[in-house]
């Protein structure tokens, strides 16, 4: 167990953005091109780093190909030329706030800011109201974004859930009132499983967190079986299990909810091998195992940050070796920069099937590549050939309709394909089950 004599904690936690990036580009020496890069397209995209990002995660001699600045950095390329130019403009003719505000809100509506139907199709209702801060749309899970845990540590350039830290109250999921979920579960007996997620709750105090995990435990209401918390905190600020001064207060909660025969999983978001190698990383999952919780890993794969198979491969064994558990490969969501990050299926099959061949079977509990479309969870299974039509074999890891689930589906192989939507069904047919 580390401690705080251990020199290898910051003296202090420091956030960087938008207003405050000329301090790093001075501490690392970078040039002003990219100063005026990021404060372009962060006016659009959100744009927040910690000293620990800076100081152990990125690689500051290999800019701007390093991964980990890719994680976190905007880079011009995120933003249509025409975009780019008219925004840099505004910049440099000092235009107001208010204004840049304008022309940012109109390039982000662009930008499919609440993809796969999540705003019309997965709110819940009760008496034909919406319940705010909830989605439903798996049976047996319901999502919960609590509202003092809608921001994380730092902004992954990525993140599919970026519309929820630009300033837009009228589309952000968020909810203080867990008792909504209380009666909400109570009424669903089809629900198991609870995940907080956001932004990132263990953004939150213990204390905040406390008052909503703490319902859950003491009412026990409905089926619920699992808390599940998505988070990508032991990525971007290991000190929130160690050294922050309510780490133990959270460890203790973690031991609280096992303690009452819930099962507890921490559903962590690692992008790259690099952020799980640190020496307080791995104290940090050390440190939430020693409290009966799981830990499970997922992550999108993404051009820039992490398409080569031996990434994924390192990643997985690195992960079994501290005892967490693989979980998901998703595919880059069709929403913000996607076109800076996009891989096409065929070779994200490729990526994700030449990694799974180098690791042992502890680490093929991955399940993926993962596309979270409208209706359901899709994983790309195959691509194989049928009466001479090339294909790609699909299956429901999940469905909007439940029945839906493990069943399998053809496509018409395409090589440009990167989502769902580009593709046709297989053998002449006029549209996918699904949609009829
Ligand atoms: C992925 C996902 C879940 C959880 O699915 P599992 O297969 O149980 O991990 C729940 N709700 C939504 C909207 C999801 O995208
Ligand atoms: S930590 Fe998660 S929610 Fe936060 S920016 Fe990254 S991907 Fe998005």
């Not at 006016?43 to 800076?54: D, E, G, S, T, W």
Request: overall charge positive; proline content about 6%.
């Amino acid at each position: 167990m580390l401690n705080k004599a251990d020199k290898i904690f910051p003296e202090k936690y420091k956030l960087y953005s938008r207003k405050n990036i000329d301090q790093i580009l001075r501490l690392k020496n970078l040039p002003r091109e990219l100063l005026v890069a990021i404060k372009t397209v962060s006016a659009v995209l959100p744009f927040r780093v910690n000293n620990y990002i800076i100081d152990e995660l990125i690689d500051w001699n290999n800019i701007p190909q390093d991964p980990l600045y890719q994680l976190t950095f905007p880079q011009p390329e995120m933003l249509d030329k025409q975009d780019f130019k008219q925004m840099n403009e505004l910049l440099m003719k000092k235009t107001s706030e208010k204004d840049i505000l304008t022309a940012a809100r109109k390039i982000q509506m662009s930008m499919n800011p609440h993809p796969a139907g999540q705003m019309d199709m997965n709110v819940p209702e009760e008496n034909g109201k919406n319940i705010n801060g909830m989605q439903h749309k798996y049976h047996e899970t319901v999502l919960f974004f609590p509202t003092q845990g809608q921001t994380c540590h730092a902004y992954c350039t990525y993140c599919f859930r970026w519309a929820q830290f630009i300033g837009l109250e009228s589309i952000k999921f968020a909810s203080s009132d867990i008792y909504a979920l209380v009666n909400y579960l109570q009424k669903h007996p089809e629900v198991t499983d609870v995940l907080f997620t956001g932004g990132d709750p263990l953004f939150m105090r213990t204390k905040i967190l406390r008052r909503y995990i703490e319902p859950l435990i003491k009412e026990r209401p409905g089926n619920l079986r699992s808390i599940r918390i998505g988070t990508k905190v032991p990525a971007y600020w290991p000190y929130r299990f160690l050294t922050d001064n309510d780490a133990d207060d959270l460890m203790r909660l973690f031991e609280q909810v096992v303690a009452s025969g819930l099962h507890l999983s921490i559903m962590s978001h690692f992008s790259h091998y690099r952020e799980i190698e640190t020496t307080v990383a791995q104290a940090a999952i050390k440190r939430i195992l020693s409290t009966g919780a799981v830990v499970r890993c997922q992550a999108p794969l993404v051009r820039h940050v992490n398409d080569d198979h031996a990434i994924w491969a390192k990643m997985w064994q690195t992960q079994v070796k501290i005892g967490a558990i693989p979980y998901y490969m998703f595919v880059e969501r069709d929403t913000g920069p996607k076109n800076y990050f996009e891989i096409p299926l065929e070779r994200t099959y490729r990526i994700f099937t030449k990694a799974y061949k180098k690791v042992s079977g502890l680490c093929r509990t991955v399940r993926g590549p993962s596309m979270s479309a409208t209706p359901g969870k899709i994983m790309i299974d195959g691509i194989t050939e049928i009466g001479g039509e090339k294909l790609f074999a699909l299956k429901f890891i999940q469905g909007r309709n439940p029945n839906w689930t493990n069943q399998i589906f053809f496509a018409r192989f395409d090589k440009e394909a990167s989502w769902l939507d580009d593709l046709e069904p297989a053998f002449g047919e006029e549209d996918f089950f699904f949609n009829q």
